[in-house]
């Protein structure tokens, strides 16, 4: 433990990423109103991502008692190395469903909203007028 500091120290450090994960798995859970393939879609993510924080706190937490206990540094390596591996696919999977989640359960709204109107003066007509024919004389403008 001396290598790495306090364990509580580094729970702290960890704590609020887990609470934020654990509230937002209780309240996917909870929230009836999303429909059911993106609310799966966000409790798949959020979990993801619970477990690859929970594998990070894990890490740390092993990985100061190791240093005490007289493991190899290859042995450390290795399975430092394979924690990075499990969670550099975890955390980007658990992202990807979060939005994923998000952008499902956008509910189709109605027709397209109409385009802008044209903010300049004064307002072009509505349909071009033919080949030959001028578009009709602006207003005087007022001199400045």
């Not at 999303?34 to 937490?61: K, Q």
């Not at 033919?130 to 400045?144: N, V």
């Amino acid at each position: 433990m001396r290598y790495l500091g306090n364990t509580a120290l580094q729970v702290l450090a960890q704590l609020p990423t887990l609470l934020v994960l654990a509230v937002g798995l209780v309240l996917a859970l909870v929230n009836r109103r999303l429909p059911r393939g993106p609310r799966g879609l966000l409790l798949g993510g959020v979990a993801v991502l619970l477990v690859g924080a929970a594998v990070g706190l894990l890490w740390s937490l092993t990985i100061s008692r190791s240093l005490g206990a007289g493991w190899s540094s290859t042995e450390l390596i290795r399975l430092s190395m394979l924690i990075g591996l499990i969670q550099l696919v975890l955390h980007p999977l658990g992202l990807a469903l979060v939005i994923a989640a998000a952008l499902a359960g956008r509910r189709a709204s109605g027709p397209d909203a109409p385009p802008p109107g044209w903010a300049g003066w004064p307002y072009p007509p509505a349909t071009p007028p033919a080949a030959a024919a001028p578009y009709p004389p602006s207003p005087p403008h007022e001199p400045a």
